[in-house]
C-alpha cells in the first residue's frame, strides 16, 4: 500500500482532532471538582434519620461553613437516639463540632412515636451506630440563644426536623431570636402532596404548633418542601452504590438509607429514593443551587383534623378574590433547584 503525502496529513488532522475533544463521556461520567461554597455560620437542627445525616456529612465534609453546633430533638427517632445519629454523622464527616441535646416531646408537650421510614434506629437499622463522643451538658436552646446573641444577624439555622427546638427559643427570647440571619426548613410539602398525610409533610405534621411559631416569628426563612426534592434530586439504586463503593463515608449513606429504600420499593417508587434533607443543606450552601424561589406568607394548621400540619401558602403579588392579601411575605419558598448538580456535588464534596 502506497502511503502519500496526503493520506499522512488527513492521519494527523484526525489525531489532532481528537486529542482537543478527548474521550466521550459515559451517560454515567460524574465530576470530580470539588465546589467552593461560600463561608457561613451555621447550626443544624435535627431529629437526625439517614437523610439528616447526610446533611450533616454534607456541611461537615464541604470545608465552607462553620458548623457552631448540632442541636437535637425527637422526630424520625426519640431524642437519646437523634443525639447518638447526629454524633455518629460529625465523627463518620470528621468533624468535631459539638452536639446538644434538644426537646424530647412536641411543643405542646404531647410525646409522639411517629412510624420512621428510616427504621427503629433511624439509620436503617444496619448497626451503624457507635459514636465514641457525647453530647454537652448545656441544651439546645440555651445554646442557640447564647450564638446568636454572641454571632448578631450571622447565625443561619438549617432546620431539618421538627421546629419545637426553634419555637422553644423564640418563647424564650423573641429579640435574641430576631438576629438569627435565616432560617432553612426543610419542612412543607412546597406546593404539592405531603409525605405524613396526603396535604401534610412529616416534619411539620410531627409538631405544627411549632412550626407555626417559627412562621410566625418574623425571621427570614427559606422553605425547601418536598416538591422540589423529587425529579433528578432523587438518588438511583446505581448512585447509591456507587456511594457505597466510593468510601467509608459513601458507604455509612448508603446503607443508611436502606430502610427507606425498601419502603419507596413497596410504596411504587423502586428504584429511586428523596433525601430532602441534604437537598435543603445545598440549597444553604450553594447560592446558585436554588435555581427559583418566590415570597410568600405561610399559614400553618393546627387545628385537629385532616389537614392538621398542612402549610398553605399565598403568594406575593398575587391578588386573591376572597382570602385577605396584606400579609407579611417574609418566607421564600423554593420552587426550583439545579437537578442536575445534586448528586454530583454531593459525591465530589464526600469524596475530596
Not at 53 to 80: F, H, P, Q, R, Y
Not at 101 to 113: C, F, K, M, N, V
Not at 261 to 285: H, I, Y
Not at 327 to 346: G, S
Request: net charge negative.
Amino acid at each position: 500500500m502506497k502511503i502519500t503525502k496526503s493520506f499522512i496529513a488527513i492521519v494527523l488532522i484526525i489525531a489532532l482532532l481528537l486529542c482537543a475533544c478527548g474521550p466521550v463521556p459515559s451517560k454515567e461520567a460524574v465530576s470530580t471538582e470539588f465546589p467552593k461554597f461560600p463561608y457561613k455560620k451555621i447550626i443544624i437542627d435535627t431529629d437526625t434519620g439517614a437523610d439528616d445525616a447526610s446533611a450533616i456529612i454534607l456541611a461537615a465534609m464541604s470545608k465552607s461553613v462553620d458548623i457552631l453546633g448540632v442541636t437535637t430533638l425527637v422526630g424520625n427517632v426519640d431524642l437519646e437516639q437523634s443525639t447518638k445519629n447526629a454524633l455518629m454523622a460529625l465523627e463518620i464527616a470528621g468533624s468535631d463540632a459539638p452536639v446538644y441535646r434538644g426537646a424530647a416531646t412536641t411543643y405542646s408537650g404531647r410525646e409522639i412515636h411517629a412510624y420512621s421510614v428510616y427504621g427503629q434506629d433511624g439509620m436503617g437499622d444496619a448497626d451503624l451506630i457507635h459514636p465514641k463522643g457525647t453530647a454537652q451538658e448545656k441544651d439546645a436552646v440555651s445554646f442557640i440563644l447564647e450564638t446568636v446573641a454572641a454571632n448578631p444577624g450571622e447565625v443561619e439555622i438549617v432546620s431539618i426536623g421538627p421546629a419545637t427546638n426553634i419555637a422553644n427559643a423564640i418563647d424564650r427570647n423573641p429579640e435574641t431570636m430576631k438576629k438569627v440571619r435565616r432560617i432553612w426548613s426543610m419542612g412543607t410539602s412546597g406546593l404539592g402532596p405531603g409525605n405524613a398525610t396526603p396535604v401534610a409533610e412529616f416534619n411539620v405534621y410531627h409538631d405544627a404548633e411549632a412550626y407555626r411559631v417559627m412562621l410566625e416569628s418574623g425571621i427570614p426563612i427559606t422553605v425547601v418542601g418536598l416538591d422540589v426534592c423529587g425529579g433528578r434530586t432523587r438518588l438511583t439504586d446505581q448512585q447509591f452504590e456507587a456511594l457505597k463503593n466510593l468510601n467509608d463515608v459513601g458507604y455509612f449513606i448508603a446503607t443508611s438509607f436502606r430502610k427507606l429504600r425498601e419502603f419507596d420499593a413497596a410504596n411504587g417508587s423502586p428504584d429511586k429514593s428523596m433525601d430532602c434533607d441534604g437537598c435543603a443543606m445545598m440549597c444553604c450552601l450553594d447560592p446558585d443551587f436554588t435555581t427559583e424561589s418566590i415570597p410568600v406568607y405561610g399559614s400553618c394548621i393546627t387545628e385537629p383534623g385532616e389537614t392538621y400540619g398542612q402549610v398553605i401558602f399565598y403568594k406575593k403579588g398575587f391578588t386573591y378574590d376572597v382570602a385577605g392579601n396584606d400579609y407579611d411575605y417574609h418566607v421564600a419558598l423554593t420552587e426550583n433547584v439545579d437537578r442536575t448538580k445534586f448528586y454530583e456535588w454531593f459525591r465530589a464534596v464526600i469524596q475530596e
